[in-house]
């Protein structure tokens, strides 16, 4: 049996403050991470809402929680047992809990839906509605695998895990729509998707109850679609821009 911990979250001696302008490659295809395998719409959605566990931000071969406080391996290898962190709010100030995360997992799970790079882990867990995923109380979660391999924590920390709450899902409402996000305050993320014009730019605020202390550093992040290179450039150039993706 093994536990992994959280990571401690601190700001150093880091600047706060301050909208980043950002260049964005494509439009964002896909809101709602079920069944997408863009990279543009992920990167939007990352900034949105968060997952059970991540890559390392340092060390990218290591994965390390994100919405758990810790994991344990148990049963010979073949059962992931997720301790979900105490106190995590939706940005409607509802708390995010083991039945949004089950509920995520079990959508991506869903043998009969797209997967795209949301439900990759579910290769190794016994089918999801049916023993592989489960709530053991409001705060953990047990996956459950048909053989144990390494590989499984590696493909539930792919970007696209994401979790979001279940009722918004369950009320049928499209959220791979900007507006049906903004409009109902869905996220736990770092920031909050404020604005969107399809095709020209997207605009995310500061969630200033994100549960990482210290987190983020930028009050806001304008990002500007910008599909030609010579117009990347001379946006650069014009200083309108302080990176691009």
Request: one cysteine or more; proline letters at 3%.
């Amino acid at each position: 049996m093994a536990a992994t911990e959280a990571p401690p979250v601190t700001g150093g001696d880091a600047k706060y403050g301050g909208v980043a302008r950002m260049s964005a490659y494509a439009d964002t295809k896909d809101w709602d991470p079920k069944g997408s395998s863009s990279l543009s719409s992920i990167q939007a959605v990352s900034q949105l809402y968060n997952q059970i566990v991540q890559m390392d931000t340092t060390d990218t071969a290591l994965v390390v929680c994100d919405l758990c406080d810790s994991w344990e391996v148990s049963n010979a290898g073949e059962t992931f047992t997720f301790k979900i962190r105490d106190g995590i709010k939706w940005i409607d100030g509802s708390d995010l809990t083991a039945e949004d995360v089950l509920f995520s997992m079990r959508r991506y799970g869903d043998l009969d839906g797209p997967t795209g790079r949301s439900g990759l882990w579910r290769n190794y867990t016994q089918v999801a509605n049916a023993g592989g995923v489960n709530l053991i109380d409001d705060l953990t979660i047990e996956f459950n695998l048909q053989f144990a391999s390494g590989a499984f924590i590696k493909f539930l920390a792919v970007d696209y895990v994401k979790v979001l709450p279940k009722k918004l899902l369950e009320s049928g409402i499209d959220m791979n729509q900007a507006e049906s996000i903004m409009e109902n305050k869905s996220g736990s993320g770092p920031f909050i998707l404020e604005e969107y014009q399809r095709g020209n730019f997207y605009k995310v605020s500061k969630n200033e109850n994100y549960f990482k202390e210290g987190r983020p550093f930028f009050d806001g992040i304008d990002h500007f679609i910008i599909t030609d290179t010579g117009t990347l450039i001379a946006q650069f150039k014009a200083d309108q821009l302080d990176m691009s993706n």
